[in-house]
């Protein structure tokens, strides 16, 4: 590519565009308006997924949540396994019509 003599154009236009850490974002306004919805999501959809995983430990209140032992699908399938299953989930399906 030739570029003219005194010609003002550069032969890299996008080069002014990097951002450099420190520097002001350009766009501060729209990321300071998708805050609270970014903190919103976290907070109240991903926080509670955190709390699910105790349906794959065998807690035991006296070694707390964090180093209760990992059980995998166990409880699951005892659940599956069980005679409460078939009743819970006619249960469930008929308060569910009834809404």
Do not use: C
């Amino acid at each position: 590519m030739q570029i003219e003599q005194g010609s003002q154009q550069s032969v890299r236009p996008h080069a002014r565009r990097a951002r450099l850490p420190g520097r002001k974002t350009e766009g501060w306004e729209l990321l300071l308006l998708l805050t609270p919805a970014l903190v919103y999501l976290v907070i109240f959809q991903y926080g509670p997924m955190w709390g699910a995983q105790i349906a794959f430990r065998d807690f035991q209140v006296s070694r707390g949540f964090w180093t209760s032992p990992w059980a995998g699908l166990k409880h699951f399938r005892q659940f599956f396994a069980s005679y409460y299953f078939g009743v819970t989930l006619r249960n469930t399906l008929t308060l569910t019509a009834y809404r």
